[in-house]
């Protein structure tokens, strides 16, 4: 069977894995963050509080916002000593029980996130760029499913939302991880830092475990617009075809220079040879009109 989300079972779930409210640093209420998903179309969403003593290490409860039609899970952005640089670690835990334990004395980083794994979560490496997060500090958290790869808010803030460069480095060191998009909303009204990019979940049912099992599985694509219906191997595995909804740009990415690109308007599916990647991974980038950008997760060609 692939390991490729699109032809499990199941739909695609739209959620947003990055979120403050004012149980830390947000400038809204949960009640307001929680809804703003809710309203903007978004299946889920989960309220990720700074885990630190000044915020009483706030793990949200947000199962009362739960229905037939929308859910959460329960997170928080875990904080201990130090990248390289000296920075404390920002490493995002969702699906965290409600009774995570405070962070301990002498816990760093790479500790504190295997104690947030083994209780259960899925565990992101957060926005490398805006903090300067390195290779070497990427692959000591052993435990993380996923980098960041797209952060809304560091966009925003600062222009470093974006940190598929010290992704790219690492996945081509050989470091597996998965890749999603998040907003890192804080609601600040003077510059938007929601609704700007989110993963797309494959699941079976829109239920907390199910999302959280399907987004350790890597069952997931991210997006800020765009819509990618399908990657597909053909036999021999020597192509690639990708469906996606209306696109001016499809790139096809690897490690080191590796790529592949097709441009022109409205294209919705293409076939990619796959001769100028002998190994490694590959990475589907699709670009919309406006802009608009979707990314699929790594995909290691000595798994399909
Ligand atoms: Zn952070
Ligand atoms: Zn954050």
Redesign the pocket.
Known sequence: MSQLPFEKPGEFYRGNL?T?SDYSDGEVSLDEAVKTYQRNGYDFVAI?D?FIPQFDFPVVDTRPYRSDDFTTLIGA?LHAPSLENGEYW?I?AVGLPLDFESTRENEDGPALAARAAKAGAFVGI??PAWYGLTVEDMQSVSSAHAVEVFNQ?CAADSDRGESWHVTDVALTEGYRLNAFAAD?A?FRNSHPDVLGGWTMVKAEELEPDALLGALKAGDFYSSQGPLIHDIAFNGDQSEVEVRTSPVKSMMLIGPKSRYTATHGAGLTEHRFPLEAFPDGYIRLTVIDESGKRAWSNPIWLDSI
Request: no cysteine; net charge negative.
């Open positions: 990055h403050h990720t700074h952005e920002h995002l957060a926005h808010g890192d804080h």
